[in-house]
């Protein structure tokens, strides 16, 4: 059993920057890969990043491509996603989620789940 836990939203004005983290617990392989969505109010949960297990490998969606990276520190089994000149837009609960041997981008592939942290962004 795999459990995941997310950490680090809050409210932040518009040009600012957050850094979430997801420590994950329990029995993680090496082929996971770990990913980012983001459910805005009255819209689907939406990608953000993905990033494979080793970390060598890393894809985002073209709307936080240049401002959100995102990373992985396999000794802690955490990973993070750094979101900087955020945009009103970017406000929503991010979820972290995993992926067993896959590298897709469509949430109903994950097999794990964070409870989700929220980001605001004020105009």
């Known amino acids: 059993q795999v459990q995941l836990v997310e950490s680090g939203g809050g409210l932040v004005q518009a040009g600012g920057s957050l850094r979430l983290s997801c420590a994950a617990s329990g029995r993680l392989f090496s082929t996971y890969s770990m990913g980012w969505f983001r459910q805005a109010p009255g819209k689907g949960r939406e990608f953000v990043a993905r990033?494979?297990?080793?970390?060598?490998?890393?894809y985002s969606a073209d709307s936080v491509k240049g401002r959100f990276t995102i990373s992985i520190e396999n000794a802690k089994k955490t990973e993070y996603l750094q979101m900087n000149s955020l945009i009103p837009e970017d406000t929503a609960i991010y979820y972290c989620?995993?992926?067993?041997?896959?590298?897709?981008?469509?949430?109903?592939?994950?097999?794990?789940w964070g409870q989700g942290t929220q980001v605001t962004v004020s105009s």
């Open positions: 989620a995993a992926v067993r041997d896959s590298a897709s981008t469509d949430n109903v592939a994950y097999d794990y």
């Open positions: 990033i494979s297990g080793s970390g060598t490998s890393t």
